[in-house]
């Protein structure tokens, strides 16, 4: 039996309904929704249900722009909040904005490369001319678009001075809290979308409970055995943990990278690349791997509060593979909780064996 797809098409300025049959094909058209006999396999990370909602396009972040500006209103709010409270303050707040914005151009160009790079591959093990319609797709560079929009967000809320509130804590707080509040906004504004594709749900894909366990499990213990081999070699290595670090390590900001990079971003890629690959139950695209890459060079090539550059390498590769891993448990799973109960592992993990050797 073939496999089902259904689509919007326009016709006559109107939207109708349109099933046939597609026994071939690796990518569905950008309003297709594909319906595999029994629920074996779909589009997006909820392909285990016999049949998804159908997102029409104006569902969205790539189908509208009526969330641009408000997704931007909450750190036009701070910085609108430091020129009331600290006028002078205001070149400090423009020159972190200026530093941030700089890091997050450097993440998109990363991203483009990376599409691009995909394109060319697909090119290479293709001999069909899908990889130059891919490229050539409108869909495609308005998917990418968003996501270098999304990143701008993030790199500029994560990085713009704290207002004096925030001076009392050592972390990083009012960054992520920017990003959760623009995450309500636009999970806000496209319900069903965060839901059936973001993966904005506590439901998980039926089998997918017990691998997703094993994998949070076994990373978290193993963090715990290599700090305390770490410490037991050398004793100087041992670092005291406090209440702040482990509700840091813990709470939002896992969450919204979370959010952010798995639900957000992979979602809108997934739409346009497909996931044509099953990698250990989980269908897996380009989509994972831009991302992955992406993520990685944000942790490889840093930018602290203070405006100083810095690298890592070692952190640069270990967080790629960390995307990898994550956009894998997303998949698997058709959620974002598990996805973040995997980010918060290795972090916990060093902080509990910190606490067992101390």
Known sequence: MGTAVFCQRPERGRTGAAAYLDRSAQRLPEQCLRIIPGGAAGRGPLGST???????????????????VPVAVPI????AAHVLISPERTGSVLRSVGAAAAWGTMLIAGLVVTVLAARAVTALRSRSGRARDLA????????????????LLTSVAGRIT?????????RHWQGKVLDLVWLAI?????????KTEAGLRWRIRSGSAAPAWIAIGGVFVLFIALTALAVAT???ASTPVGFEQVAFNATIPNLTEEL???????????????????????????GA??????????????????????????????ALVMGLALAWIWARTGSVWPAFLLHCAPELGVDVGMMVVS
């Not at 050539?136 to 990143?151: E, G, L, M, N, Q």
């Not at 791997?289 to 090539?301: K, P, Q, R, W, Y």
């Open 234 to 236: 050398d004793p100087s």
């Open 289 to 318: 791997v831009v991302t992955a890459v992406v993520f990685g060079l944000g942790h490889a090539i840093l930018l602290d509060q203070s405006g100083a550059w810095s690298l890592n390498i070692a952190g640069g590769l270990f």
């Open 50 to 68: 016999a049949m998804r909602p159908l997102t029409l396009p104006g569902d969205r972040p790539t189908g509208s722009a009526r969330w641009v």
């Open 162 to 170: 704290p207002l004096p509130f925030f001076d009392v804590f050592e």
């Open 76 to 79: 036009l709010a701070v910085f």
């Open 186 to 194: 636009l999970f806000a504004m496209f319900r069903r979308w965060a």
């Open 260 to 286: 952010i990079w798995r639900g957000a971003m992979l979602a809108v890629l997934d739409r346009v690349f497909g996931t044509p690959r099953s990698v250990l139950g989980a269908k897996i695209g380009w």
């Open 136 to 151: 050539s797709s409108p869909a495609t560079w308005i998917a990418v678009a968003v996501v270098a929009y999304f990143i």
